[in-house]
């Protein structure tokens, strides 16, 4: 088909001069093609062949024109203008993108719009809020559709500079083929995931730079009302990918303790002053600040958190430690931390698992309370725990690498449980107790929340609505029907919500529902009890099964030589170790030798004193260590002359299992044997109790 046409193009050029047996000659079979479109379809294939040549030039021609037009646009572009790019993954983007939807594309009208019924996560398009939202948003039982506009390149006049703002789509939100190409303003809402061109007509940066700067503004004008919460979703990018919007929560909405509250607020207040950066630099102390906010569940160290975060314009970065896979995971997140933020680790309790499992397994067995139901209790409880290990997370709070200027909230319901390295001075200055709610605090619970809103406005529609010193007394009476420390914040808040429209009924029956929550709460302690009474009657029997098996296993042991076999192996091995400590010794004092020796040479006036005073010093030492080996030998024969006589004793009386306890006893002196320590510290009339009972 290229030839035929080819070949029509040439017979076009030269003016029509080949004729039809020309064409026979280059193509056999032209004139059999040329009599059947001529007779079935009444067509002259020669004419047909001439048009196609010439709209394949002409397209060529076209598309020539284009490239060239567009090369020439660009260096016309690049040569008057200045331009700015923005990464897809940078917060500017999505700032510039929120600027352009609430200033550039709702007032162009533009007609090219997409439809989105998803969830949006993230804060790009904040002016979705605008006239274009369904009013049904919030009471639909279905996702109501969502209208955003979308462009390619849009033009507009800022502060009286003329701008360009092009979206470098990416392959996922645009699809063009060899043939067709479809216009950037089909492909899609922007997800603030592609990178960003700002042109400004002109030869310089400065008005892109103040229009950026406009555009963060912007942003953080709409955030006045909202709390920014970053958090980690995706653990196979590591990055904070997730930003949610939350309501302002006045600090005044957290019931607590009002002077650690002021005295709180006060601390983070200067240390977010300027001259307070100064001083720490100055004086070499690291710029950083950590609380621990540990307390019983429901007590509001979350909340506290938030306000916190709205109280001072801070975003909140929220780690949910038992979701962080591990230390890198961890380190990454807190390397992409801005300089001046609020970190919230939640469940700090769930880092250092591995520590705490290394010190269960060093542990004597004495510690039997690390049984096997407390140990399937850990379990469960270890299966929420995370993978980072604390030094990991002691590296990214106070390591060598980690950032300065941040606010690090830790969180935990166990503070007990907290390894003091963790918990020391410079990583955590302040431990605040969040703790069951006082009468004070829930008499403020309660007119905040029957008392008017700052607008005049009841709180619920329904609200029965009272004077003020009625609503006065009866909060009082309600707070006096409150125990002292007994309910947590959350449950107090519960309560009211069930009466949020008559305050009359939640001060009537708050005596009846602390009645039945008290005996609830007598109930459950009652049955902890019986629980931690059975596990102690358990460890307890198995305490007397293990001294009956270790006392099978010295039923072997039948002869004094037997024993004396089994107590001179001890004795060997503490001589062995003994021995190796006293090389070790000898070796450091060498090494000491011959640094003194390398220092003589530059000191020779006084060499022959110093070996005089050495020798005096090794004469010394050596007198005392001939003493305490006396003593020490001394000591040994007396202790086996009472393990004889009490080996034989027992012997006597059938019970080997004293034997085993002391036996235990001399390995214990070496810490090696971490049962032995239990087998002594067991009484005697107990083990031969368990011994019989075994039988």
């Given at each position: 088909?290229?030839?035929?046409?080819?070949?029509?193009?040439?017979?076009?050029?030269?003016?029509?001069?080949?004729?039809?047996?020309?064409?026979?000659?280059?193509?056999?079979?032209?004139?059999?093609?040329?009599?059947?479109?001529?007779?079935?379809?009444?067509?002259?294939?020669?004419?047909?062949?001439?048009?196609?040549?010439?709209?394949?030039?002409?397209?060529?021609?076209?598309?020539?024109?284009?490239?060239?037009?567009?090369?020439?646009?660009?260096?016309?572009?690049?040569?008057?203008?200045?331009?700015?790019?923005?990464?897809?993954?940078?917060?500017?983007?999505?700032?510039?993108?929120?600027?352009?939807?609430?200033?550039?594309?709702?007032?162009?009208?533009?007609?090219?719009?997409?439809?989105?019924?998803?969830?949006?996560?993230?804060?790009?398009?904040?002016?979705?809020?605008?006239?274009?939202?369904?009013?049904?948003?919030?009471?639909?039982?279905?996702?109501?559709?969502?209208?955003l506009p979308t462009f390619g390149t849009t033009w507009f006049i800022h502060k009286r500079n003329i701008f360009m703002v092009r979206r470098i789509l990416t392959s996922s939100s645009h699809y063009h083929s060899s043939w067709t190409r479809t216009p950037d303003e089909y492909a899609g809402a922007p997800e603030g995931d592609e990178p960003l061109v700002v042109m400004c007509l002109g030869r310089s940066v400065e008005p892109i730079k103040?229009?950026?700067?406009?555009?963060?503004?912007?942003?953080?004008?709409?955030?006045?009302?909202?709390?920014?919460?970053?958090?980690?979703?995706?653990?196979?990018?590591?990055?904070?990918?997730?930003?949610?919007?939350?309501?302002?929560?006045?600090?005044?909405?957290?019931?607590?303790?009002?002077?650690?509250?002021?005295?709180?607020?006060?601390?983070?207040?200067?240390?977010?002053?300027?001259?307070?950066?100064?001083?720490?630099?100055?004086?070499?102390?690291?710029?950083?600040?950590?609380?621990?906010?540990?307390?019983?569940?429901?007590?509001?160290?979350?909340?506290?958190?938030?306000?916190?975060?709205?109280?001072?314009?801070?975003?909140?970065?929220?780690?949910?430690?038992?979701?962080?896979?591990?230390?890198?995971?961890?380190?990454?997140?807190?390397?992409?931390?801005?300089?001046?933020?609020?970190?919230?680790?939640?469940?700090?309790?769930?880092?250092?698992?591995?520590?705490?499992?290394?010190?269960?397994?060093?542990?004597?067995?004495?510690?039997?309370?690390?049984?096997?139901?407390?140990?399937?209790?850990?379990?469960?409880?270890?299966?929420?725990?995370?993978?980072?290990?604390?030094?990991?997370?002691?590296?990214?709070?106070?390591?060598?690498?980690?950032?300065?200027?941040?606010?690090?909230?830790?969180?935990?319901?166990?503070?007990?449980?907290?390894?003091?390295?963790?918990?020391?001075?410079?990583?955590?200055?302040?431990?605040?107790?969040?703790?069951?709610?006082?009468?004070?605090?829930?008499?403020?619970?309660?007119?905040?929340?029957?008392?008017?809103?700052?607008?005049?406005?009841?709180?619920?529609?329904?609200?029965?609505?009272?004077?003020?010193?009625?609503?006065?007394?009866?909060?009082?009476?309600?707070?006096?029907?409150?125990?002292?420390?007994?309910?947590?914040?959350?449950?107090?808040?519960?309560?009211?919500?069930?009466?949020?429209?008559?305050?009359?009924?939640?001060?009537?029956?708050?005596?009846?529902?602390?009645?039945?929550?008290?005996?609830?709460?007598?109930?459950?302690?009652?049955?902890?009890?019986?629980?931690?009474?059975?596990?102690?009657?358990?460890?307890?029997?198995?305490?007397?099964?293990?001294?009956?098996?270790?006392?099978?296993?010295?039923?072997?042991?039948?002869?004094?030589?037997?024993?004396?076999?089994?107590?001179?192996?001890?004795?060997?091995?503490?001589?062995?170790?003994?021995?190796?400590?006293?090389?070790?010794?000898?070796?450091?004092?060498?090494?000491?030798?011959?640094?003194?020796?390398?220092?003589?040479?530059?000191?020779?006036?006084?060499?022959?004193?110093?070996?005089?005073?050495?020798?005096?010093?090794?004469?010394?030492?050596?007198?005392?260590?001939?003493?305490?080996?006396?003593?020490?030998?001394?000591?040994?024969?007396?202790?086996?002359?009472?393990?004889?006589?009490?080996?034989?004793?027992?012997?006597?009386?059938?019970?080997?299992?004293?034997?085993?306890?002391?036996?235990?006893?001399?390995?214990?002196?070496?810490?090696?044997?971490?049962?032995?320590?239990?087998?002594?510290?067991?009484?005697?009339?107990?083990?031969?109790?368990?011994?019989?009972?075994?039988?």
């Amino acid at each position: 088909m290229n030839s035929l046409m080819a070949l029509a193009g040439t017979s076009l050029l030269n003016d029509r001069s080949t004729s039809l047996q020309d064409l026979e000659d280059r193509i056999p079979g032209f004139s059999v093609l040329q009599d059947f479109f001529k007779k079935w379809l009444r067509l002259d294939l020669t004419t047909l062949l001439t048009a196609a040549a010439l709209m394949g030039a002409a397209s060529t021609g076209a598309q020539s024109i284009q490239e060239t037009g567009s090369k020439f646009y660009w260096w016309i572009v690049r040569f008057l203008t200045a331009s700015i790019s923005i990464g897809g993954n940078d917060r500017l983007n999505r700032e510039v993108l929120n600027w352009l939807g609430a200033h550039v594309l709702m007032k162009k009208g533009t007609r090219i719009l997409t439809a989105n019924s998803e969830t949006i996560r993230n804060d790009a398009w904040s002016y979705r809020h605008v006239s274009q939202e369904r009013n049904d948003y919030h009471h639909e039982k279905r996702m109501p559709v969502q209208y955003l506009p979308t462009f390619g390149t849009t033009w507009f006049i800022h502060k009286r500079n003329i701008f360009m703002v092009r979206r470098i789509l990416t392959s996922s939100s645009h699809y063009h083929s060899s043939w067709t190409r479809t216009p950037d303003e089909y492909a899609g809402a922007p997800e603030g995931d592609e990178p960003l061109v700002v042109m400004c007509l002109g030869r310089s940066v400065e008005p892109i730079k103040r229009f950026l700067h406009s555009c963060r503004e912007f942003a953080d004008k709409q955030r006045e009302a909202y709390i920014t919460v970053r958090i980690s979703k995706r653990s196979y990018d590591e990055t904070w990918d997730t930003t949610i919007l939350r309501p302002l929560r006045p600090l005044e909405t957290v019931h607590f303790d009002e002077k650690i509250k002021d005295e709180l607020v006060a601390d983070i207040s200067n240390y977010l002053d300027v001259n307070t950066r100064k001083f720490y630099n100055r004086r070499g102390i690291p710029y950083r600040r950590g609380f621990l906010l540990y307390g019983p569940p429901g007590t509001g160290k979350t909340s506290l958190s938030l306000a916190l975060a709205g109280r001072f314009g801070l975003e909140l970065y929220l780690l949910h430690m038992p979701s962080v896979r591990d230390d890198s995971v961890l380190e990454k997140l807190f390397t992409a931390l801005p300089p001046r933020c609020l970190v919230l680790l939640e469940d700090i309790d769930a880092v250092g698992i591995k520590r705490r499992a290394r010190r269960r397994d060093d542990d004597s067995s004495d510690e039997s309370d690390k049984d096997s139901d407390k140990d399937d209790s850990d379990s469960d409880h270890d299966r929420g725990r995370s993978n980072c290990t604390l030094s990991g997370l002691l590296n990214v709070i106070d390591g060598v690498a980690s950032q300065e200027g941040r606010i690090v909230l830790m969180t935990s319901n166990f503070a007990e449980k907290l390894d003091k390295a963790l918990v020391r001075p410079g990583r955590v200055d302040r431990m605040i107790y969040l703790g069951p709610i006082s009468p004070r605090c829930c008499e403020l619970m309660f007119l905040r929340m029957f008392g008017p809103d700052a607008d005049g406005a009841a709180p619920a529609d329904r609200t029965v609505q009272l004077p003020e010193d009625e609503l006065q007394r009866l909060a009082l009476e309600f707070s006096g029907n409150i125990p002292h420390e007994v309910f947590t914040p959350a449950q107090i808040q519960g309560y009211l919500l069930n009466y949020r429209d008559s305050p009359l009924d939640a001060a009537g029956n708050v005596v009846k529902w602390v009645q039945e929550e008290v005996q609830l709460v007598e109930a459950a302690k009652e049955k902890e009890r019986k629980a931690n009474e059975t596990k102690k009657k358990k460890r307890k029997e198995r305490k007397l099964r293990k001294a009956a098996r270790m006392a099978e296993a010295m039923r072997d042991y039948d002869s004094d030589e037997e024993l004396e076999e089994l107590r001179q192996k001890v004795e060997d091995k503490k001589k062995r170790k003994k021995r190796e400590q006293q090389d070790e010794t000898e070796a450091g004092i060498e090494a000491k030798e011959k640094t003194e020796e390398g220092n003589d040479a530059e000191t020779k006036v006084s060499a022959e004193t110093k070996e005089e005073a050495e020798e005096k010093e090794k004469a010394e030492e050596k007198e005392k260590a001939e003493e305490k080996e006396k003593a020490e030998e001394k000591e040994k024969a007396e202790e086996n002359e009472k393990t004889e006589e009490k080996a034989k004793t027992v012997l006597k009386n059938g019970t080997a299992a004293a034997v085993a306890g002391e036996d235990e006893t001399i390995a214990g002196d070496e810490k090696t044997d971490s049962a032995g320590a239990e087998a002594v510290k067991v009484a005697p009339e107990t083990v031969t109790n368990g011994v019989s009972g075994g039988h």
